[in-house]
């Protein structure tokens, strides 16, 4: 489901803006309500983004500890997580 929850996520956000904006337009409104929509439609990005990377952290960790749990049971040491190395080059695609 999850591969789901990001599309629909866009696709509500942009219908939203849409609605707004052409709500706007039609009741004479100008381009203060569309900086509002705008604005509104921004910041709803900006929560859900958010929420996201919440949860996507929780369930990086949430495997980690399996993963260390099945080194334990196994008798071996859990290896250390990899962090990021400064002489990394990024002159190749991911």
Do not use: F, N, W
């Not at 629909?8 to 337009?25: D, F, H, Q």
């Not at 439609?41 to 900006?46: D, N, Q, Y």
């Not at 919440?54 to 049971?73: I, N, Y």
């Amino acid at each position: 489901m999850v591969p789901v929850v990001a599309p629909l996520g866009r696709l509500l956000l942009t219908a939203a803006a849409s609605a707004g904006i052409v709500k706007a337009v039609s009741d004479g409104r100008g381009t203060g309500a569309l900086r509002r929509t705008a604005v509104s439609t921004a910041k709803l990005g900006i929560r859900a983004s958010r929420a996201a990377e919440v949860g996507v952290e929780k369930l990086r960790l949430a495997t980690g500890d399996v993963v260390a749990q099945a080194h334990a049971e196994l008798g071996e040491p859990a290896p250390v997580p990899r962090t990021p190395s400064a002489e990394h080059s990024h002159d190749h695609d991911h």
